[in-house]
């Protein structure tokens, strides 16, 4: 045993001496193959190009469309840069069936464990990395303001980047579908005022209509035609009755249901406008 293990290193010993000595040989050629050969195991130099923001996602709220956040921002910066770019992403993904049982109790007025679990998440993000955060779902961007404060990284709002879509195409007027606590509570309303644009809302039965198929269906990814044509019914009164000259689909999930070629309003998709919003902040650009 002993004498086999003494063979064996004596050959390595061998082989790490003739290895050096075709390096270290007088010949100019040998000397340049040995540089060229370890070259090839030396990673190119980085790009001294402005790198690109790294993108925080706190998804999972529903996964159906965190996936549609990650695919258009991916493809938002192909088109922009070109060949096989793509966007540079970190992403939280919440367990929703937990989640869910929190966003019960912050419907009855508790909001510690659901606010506490999206600051551990911002957090998450940024000891991962993150130069700013965007969450994926209208109704949580009720705390952004909150989490960017706590955690120290800007957090992009979703009704920010819709307010300055909505008015950079000049509509005045838009219905804002949602859940039932982006209709019916201030923040999303309220900050879209700011940007001069009037909000109308579904009335009670279709507000619970609303809520009871994106939570029910669209958040299981369940895409169902009568889902659709309800949701149309009600735009269009929106639009008729009401003025509505735009609708908001200020959910992150009614895009997988309602698109622009359903209705003859004005459309604005929050999942592409937040996602638009990231990437342009990403690359150093205002949005």
């Known amino acids: 045993m002993h004498v086999q293990l003494m063979r064996s290193c004596f050959g390595m010993v061998l082989l790490m001496a003739t290895v050096m000595s075709g390096c270290a040989g007088h010949s100019t050629s040998t000397v340049q193959k040995c540089d ?3 070259q090839a195991l030396v990673a190119p130099a980085p790009s001294t190009e402005q790198p690109l923001k790294t993108i925080g996602i706190i998804g999972g709220v529903s996964w159906a469309s965190s996936i549609e956040y990650y ?16 966007a540079q992403i970190l992403m939280f993904s919440l367990e929703f069936g937990e989640f869910s049982k929190e966003e019960r109790l912050a419907d009855k007025g508790d909001w ?3 606010t506490r679990t999206m600051i551990d998440a911002a957090q998450r993000l940024k000891r991962g990395g993150a130069d700013f955060i ?7 961007n009720s705390l952004a303001d909150h989490i960017g404060e706590t955690v120290g990284i800007p957090v992009l709002h979703i009704a920010d980047a819709t307010g300055k879509k909505i008015r950079e195409k000049g509509v005045h007027t838009v219905a804002l579908l949602g859940t039932k606590y982006t209709m019916e509570q201030p923040f999303y309303r309220e900050r879209l005022e700011k940007y001069g644009i009037k909000v109308i ?16 269906e669209l958040c299981g990814n369940r895409i169902e035609d009568a889902s659709r044509r309800g949701f149309v019914r009600i735009i269009k009164r929106l639009q008729e009755e009401e003025g509505a000259e735009g609708v908001v689909l200020g959910c992150t999930e009614i895009p997988l249901l309602i698109k622009q070629a ?5 459309v604005f998709d929050t999942t592409a406008i937040h996602s638009e919003a990231a990437v342009r902040y990403s690359l150093g650009e205002n949005y």
């Open 36 to 38: 060229t050969g370890m």
């Open 71 to 86: 695919r258009l921002m991916n493809e938002m910066v192909r088109d922009k840069l070109g060949g096989v770019h793509s």
């Open 112 to 114: 510690t464990y659901m």
């Open 134 to 140: 965007v969450i994926a779902s209208n109704t949580l």
């Open 201 to 216: 809302t579904p009335n009670e039965k279709e507000r619970d209509y609303i809520n009871r198929v994106i939570f029910d």
């Open 262 to 266: 359903d209705v003859d309003i004005a």
